[in-house]
């Protein structure tokens, strides 16, 4: 079955510092991918998403995801993340052509000290 | 911008009783959803609805639970006989269409059962 997994369960950065989250996935057909963000008390929000063509996309608020297929992995990055990035983020797997259903990683809680 | 919403954001019911967490998808959304997550564990995909019927169910989606859409509007989760274990935070999703699209996330109910 497919699964995708969250290297890091809590990150915890200071303000300024680089932002790398792992995400692998399991499964060798086609896929889309997406990462989500969960700020504190609000609901999941979409901050980008792989399809197909160039494998570095920019999502919302600084944030780039590179996919490597060779690798399997869809990693977020933010160069300098700030106090507002502390939330918990989440990668998503969809099968391509095969329904809607996202698989999703455990999170990762990121904590971004001021 | 179009959000979907759900209530209640809150719920606590006894074992064995049932429950109807309600969602509003986005108006021109054709595909909904319903995830949940269980406290320290994944998101988990339970059903997917389409053109007044299931398009997919995970394993966990059995007897006990079903999904309608009663009016142009809601689209609804029973829960019959709740389990202690049913206790997670149920999330509602819609989308434009399947394939490449992007599910849009409701704010979540969390569901206690005592």
């Known amino acids: 079955a497919q699964s995708v997994s969250q290297h890091n369960h809590h990150v915890i950065l200071s303000e300024a510092a680089s932002l790398e989250l792992g995400c692998n996935y399991s499964y060798g057909g086609t896929v889309n991918l997406f990462w989500y963000v969960q700020y504190p008390g609000q609901h999941l929000q979409l901050l980008l998403k792989?399809?197909?063509?160039?494998?570095l996309v920019k999502g919302i608020k600084g944030f780039e995801a590179e996919f490597i297929k060779s690798k399997f992995s869809f990693n977020l990055r933010k160069p300098s993340v700030q106090w507002s990035d502390t939330a918990e983020y989440f990668c998503?797997?969809?099968?391509?052509?095969?329904?809607?259903?996202?698989?999703f990683g455990q999170g990762t809680e990121l904590s971004v000290k001021p | 911008e179009p959000e979907v919403t759900q209530t209640p954001s809150h719920q606590v019911t006894q074992m064995g009783q049932e429950v109807i967490l309600r969602c509003v998808p986005i108006s021109n959304h054709l595909y909904f959803y319903w995830y949940r997550q269980i406290l320290g564990q994944k998101v988990e995909f339970l059903v997917s609805f389409y053109n007044n019927e299931i398009s997919e169910k995970s394993e966990i989606f059995d007897d006990q639970f079903s999904v309608e859409r009663p009016d142009g509007s809601n689209f609804t989760l029973k829960i019959r006989s709740t389990k202690l274990e049913d206790s997670a935070m149920y999330f509602c999703?819609?989308?434009?269409?399947?394939?490449?699209?992007?599910?849009?996330f409701g704010p979540g109910t969390r569901l206690l059962v005592l």
């Open positions: 998503a797997v969809k099968v391509y052509n095969q329904g809607g259903k996202l698989i």
């Open positions: 999703a819609s989308s434009e269409r399947t394939g490449q699209e992007t599910q849009y």
């Open positions: 792989y399809f197909s063509g160039d494998p």
